[in-house]
């Protein structure tokens, strides 16, 4: 029994199963020890009842584990589960959210190949595609995320994947991804949706038209601040592709990861309720503070895109980003001032952060690059977490009160 791939395999029918149910018990295998939470698999190799059970395994035509860099059961239940959620055919699990874009791009992108990656992505996600993927002969361009004619002008007859963040950090930034799917298939070319800032509790990229979602788990599936994780979901025949690149290369999720995000997706709907609408009353009151020049968050009728963001997203997210009167010093004065939000440039945490995006994630730009990217130095970004309302808004008060 112990060596079955599926010897618990609940038989439970979730195939009508609705979402929230998914989340809480989809992918779940029961071991013979009839555990009723998920069993977290710390074992790093499997053992075989006999040489030829072993030769069987190696050669494929037997199923059931090897090794974890192959195939791991927790980690399995975590790719089963975030797959239900999303409606992907399969996902694949891995070791942090740029893992998850490095096996994406490893695996479906070929010298020759070229990549439109919007202009507002995740740092480290330009990093790799200008210091690594060129070097290999991969190109790449950065259309404006939200300029689907910049995107359609962008192609070329060897453009293969376009890849976006919506909504962006820090502006809050969206496209429409359904258009946009339309024209990367127009010229032939996929469309990944990084789709960390929503989960697919507010936005589901795959049903919208996307073909890929990726994911850094580190935010707010595991949404309390705890490890490293991502996923890349979409089509089998794609997924394929990246489980080969990843047993390969080695880039693997950590079991004790994936059970930390099991338990995660199982709450996550309630948490991104529960940050959505603090993230709301932060927005709605700093938007009615002299001291606040703008306040970026598509929840608000201000935003320009808050028609496309009701539509597209079943909430709003928890990233809230304002700028201040008075440039630097007084965006520095108000994070400063903080006595008990975090000062870290992370997100998707229960506790509230605060950053200043131009000295930090987009510190190494040049300040036209930043311009462009229409990061001031009065911008202040805040990912709003679970504490109560009241106490976030006090110790943003504070700060301003001395603007
Ligand atoms: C954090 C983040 C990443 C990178 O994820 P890691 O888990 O830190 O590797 C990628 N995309 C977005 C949108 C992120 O916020």
Redesign the pocket.
């Given at each position: 029994m112990l060596n079955e791939w599926d010897a618990g395999r609940l038989d439970s029918d979730l195939s009508e199963a609705g979402a929230d149910t998914l989340a809480v018990r989809a992918g779940q295998y029961r071991s013979p020890e009839a555990e009723h939470s998920e069993a977290l698999f710390l074992s790093s190799s499997y053992v075989f009842r006999s040489a030829a059970d072993a030769a069987a395994r190696f050669a494929g035509e037997q199923p059931g584990n090897v090794y974890s860099r192959y195939t791991n059961p927790t980690v399995r239940t975590f790719e089963e589960r975030i797959a239900a959620m999303e409606g992907a055919e399969q996902a694949v699990a891995t070791a942090?959210?740029?893992?998850a874009?490095l096996a994406m791009v490893m695996s479906l992108c070929s010298a020759g190949d070229h990549v439109l990656v919007s202009r507002s992505?995740?740092g480290?996600?330009i990093s790799l595609f200008d210091k690594y993927f060129k070097r290999f002969g991969v190109e790449v361009d950065y259309p404006p995320l939200a300029d689907l004619d910049a995107w359609a002008a962008a192609c070329k007859p060897n453009t293969k994947l376009f890849i976006v963040?919506s909504p962006s950090?820090p502006l809050a930034e969206l496209v429409d991804i359904a258009a946009l799917a339309q024209v990367a298939h127009a010229h032939g070319a996929l469309l990944a949706v990084?789709n960390?800032?929503c989960t697919p509790v507010l936005q589901k990229p795959l049903a919208l038209g996307a073909d890929i979602v990726i994911h850094?788990?580190?935010?707010y599936i595991d949404g309390q601040g705890r490890c490293?994780?991502?996923v890349v979901a979409g089509p089998a025949k794609l997924m394929q592709e990246v489980v080969g690149f990843l047993r390969t290369a080695g880039p693997t999720l950590s079991p004790f990861n994936a059970w930390l995000f099991i338990k995660g997706l199982e709450t996550l709907k309630v948490r991104m309720q529960a940050h959505c609408a603090s993230a709301q009353a932060i927005a709605e009151w700093l938007e009615q503070q002299p001291q606040v020049e703008r306040v970026y968050y598509a929840g608000l009728p201000s935003h320009p895109q808050h028609e496309l963001a009701k539509r597209q997203q079943s909430g709003f997210g928890a990233v809230v980003s304002f700028e201040v009167k008075g440039g630097k010093a007084n965006a520095w004065k108000v994070i400063d001032a903080t006595r008990m939000i975090s000062i870290t440039t992370n997100?998707g945490d229960t506790k509230t952060t605060i950053a200043h995006p131009a000295s930090t994630s987009h510190g190494r730009l040049s300040p036209e690059a930043r311009a462009a990217a229409g990061i001031s130095d009065s911008l202040i970004r805040v990912a709003v977490g679970l504490e109560d309302v009241d106490d976030i808004r006090n110790d943003l008060a504070r700060g301003l009160a001395l603007i």
């Open positions: 942090s959210g740029m893992a874009i992505v995740f480290s996600t963040e950090n990084d960390c800032f850094s788990a580190t935010k490293l994780g991502g997100l």
